[in-house]
C-alpha cells in the first residue's frame, strides 16, 4: 500500500510539473493574502453600508423634529408681522 501510494504521488507531482499546474509556495501566499483582503474589503463594505443606512434614518428623524417646531415658529412668527 505504501509503495502504491509513493509511486501515486510521484505520477501525480510528474504530471502537474509537466503541464504547469502547480503552484509555489509564494503564490500561495499571495492568494491567501489575496482572499484575507477581498474578505475584509466585502466587510468594509457591508459595514459601509450598514453606516449609511443608519445615518439615512438619523437625517430623516432629525429632519422631522426640526421642521415641526420650525412651522410653528413660522406660523406665529407670520401672524406676528400681519
Do not use: W
Not at 18 to 44: F, P, V, W
Not at 55 to 82: V, W, Y
Request: proline fraction near 1%.
Amino acid at each position: 500500500l505504501t509503495l502504491f501510494a509513493n509511486f501515486t504521488a510521484k505520477v501525480l507531482f510528474s504530471s502537474s510539473i509537466m503541464y504547469g499546474n502547480y503552484m509555489t509556495i509564494m503564490e500561495r501566499r499571495m492568494l491567501a493574502r489575496q482572499e484575507e483582503d477581498n474578505t475584509a474589503r466585502i466587510q468594509m463594505v457591508a459595514d459601509l453600508r450598514d453606516a449609511v443606512e443608519r445615518k439615512d434614518q438619523f437625517m430623516s428623524l432629525m429632519s422631522h423634529e426640526l421642521r415641526t417646531p420650525l412651522n410653528g415658529i413660522i406660523q406665529l412668527s407670520d401672524a406676528l408681522c400681519r
